[in-house]
């Protein structure tokens, strides 16, 4: 890995945001509210739904729904669900900030690597690897924000079938969002 792709590594690691274009993913991490796509947002540790025609639905970390405000009755298994949802949420928002620390490190490493290799210390293949190596750790992060989107979308797709109170908030994530998180963490 040469100089010139460090800010790519370096946007990369701080994966703040990831957008294919058309908004809907759109992640940005590291404020007080954390944007996972123009559906969902993390404050506080509860997850804010919004879909089109309905008001907003909040989940708590607790795994209590509520729409406009109001809670709604709940089983233990939709609870449960609800709990995963929200703890997905929550782990993106974790491990968004590994990824941006693996990100520091990895510039770190590539500053001394370069200092290395400019006082003749490291060959340019040794720089090069210790570039990627430090690269590879910063795409190991990214990748499990990816993980966490799918767990949150699997828990999403079991809530649409058991609850209906969630079905209108069931689009919020699709197949597409993680598609595209892996392929922007993947292609770096």
């Known amino acids: 890995?040469?100089?010139?792709?460090?800010?790519?590594?370096?946007?990369l690691a701080m994966l703040t945001a990831c957008s294919g274009g058309t908004g809907s993913d759109v992640q940005v991490f590291g404020s007080s509210t954390d944007t996972i796509n123009r559906h969902i947002?993390?404050?506080n540790g509860s997850v804010t739904i919004k879909a089109e025609g309905v008001p907003d639905a909040t989940v708590d970390a607790a795994g209590q729904l509520s729409i406009n405000g109001q809670k709604v009755q709940e089983?233990?298994?939709q609870r449960a669900l609800l709990k995963?949802?929200?703890?997905?949420?929550q782990a993106m928002h974790d491990h968004a900030i590994a990824t941006g620390k693996a990100g520091v490190d990895t510039a770190a490493e590539a500053v001394s690597a370069a200092a290395s290799k400019m006082i003749g210390s490291d060959s340019a293949e040794q720089t090069r690897a210790k570039?990627?190596?430090?690269a590879d750790n910063v795409k190991q992060a990214a990748a499990k924000i990816c993980d966490d989107m799918a767990d949150m979308k699997?828990?999403?797709d079991e809530l649409a079938t058991q609850m209906d109170a969630f079905k209108p908030y069931s689009a919020a994530l699709d197949d597409a969002n993680i598609t595209k998180c892996r392929k922007s963490t993947s292609k770096h």
Request: hydrophobic share 45%.
């Open 131 to 134: 570039a990627e190596a430090a």
């Open 41 to 43: 947002t993390l404050h």
């Open 154 to 156: 699997s828990a999403q």
């Open 84 to 89: 995963r949802y929200s703890a997905s949420a």
């Open 1 to 11: 890995m040469s100089h010139r792709y460090l800010p790519c590594v370096l946007a």
């Open 75 to 77: 089983t233990d298994a």
